[in-house]
């Protein structure tokens, strides 16, 4: 099951600088996505996330884009801070379709670097 | 900030022996979801609550799974008679409501079946 994929593992950035986490997925039922980040052996810590009728959300340091036609998202986190070190994780659903189970993506280990 | 609050934090158990996994979500929610991540695999989804009744579960939520809500507070997932595989990371979720809510996390428990 490979509906939402997060093809980088891993991603090094600078402190001070923007992180830029992607995301894909291939379900055009998905309506609603989120971020979550998590740090060992604590469980999934909700972001932020957007809607399928729009196309960015912001709060705070954290952006989401949603490109609907690429089937794509990203989450950018500026300015970036050592505390931004964990794993992120894209997830989506299909709300208006009746289904509210979350799929995941594998995951982004984001180090930032002091 | 109110959280959803999971025990125990690990529990072995030996294969075979039945298993109880507790949760208690955020206090004004009312959808409640278990989802599980095996070692080194995404987190997958179980099932989803609603009303004291299944709303929806995955192919994994066999005859061996279970859930309830045996009072006003407390979330369970029952695994009947445990198998190697069962081991894994298990997540209770809930949500306020259904629609473009974000889902909150506990910080699980870790099942380790011997």
């Known amino acids: 099951d490979q509906q939402v994929k997060q093809n980088s593992p891993s991603l090094s950035v600078q402190e001070g600088r923007i992180s830029i986490l992607n995301c894909d997925y291939t379900n055009s039922m998905f309506d609603y996505f989120l971020w979550y980040k998590k740090y060992p052996a604590e469980g999934p810590t909700f972001l932020i996330s957007i809607s399928s009728i729009k196309d960015k959300n912001e709060d705070g340091r954290f952006t989401v884009f949603l490109n609907k036609s690429a089937k794509h998202l990203s989450l950018h986190i500026v300015p970036s801070q050592p505390g931004d070190s964990a794993v992120y994780f894209c997830a989506a659903s299909a709300y208006g379709f009746g289904n509210e189970k979350l799929t995941f993506g594998t995951g982004t280990r984001l180090t930032i670097i002091p | 900030e109110p959280e959803v609050t999971q025990t125990p934090s690990h529990q072995v158990t030996q294969m075979g022996q039945e298993v109880i996994l507790r949760c208690v979500p955020i206090?004004?929610?009312?959808?409640f979801y278990w989802y599980r991540q095996i070692l080194g695999q995404k987190v997958e989804f179980l099932v989803s609550f609603y009303n004291n009744e299944i709303s929806e579960k995955s192919e994994i939520f066999d005859d061996q799974f279970s859930v309830e809500r045996p009072d006003g507070s407390n979330f369970t997932l029952k695994i009947r008679s445990t198998k190697l595989e069962d081991s894994a990371m298990y997540f209770c979720?809930?949500?306020?409501?259904?629609?473009?809510?974000?889902?909150?996390f506990g910080d699980g428990t870790r099942l380790s079946i011997l």
């Open positions: 206090s004004n929610h009312l959808y």
């Open positions: 979720a809930s949500t306020a409501r259904k629609n473009n809510q974000p889902q909150h």
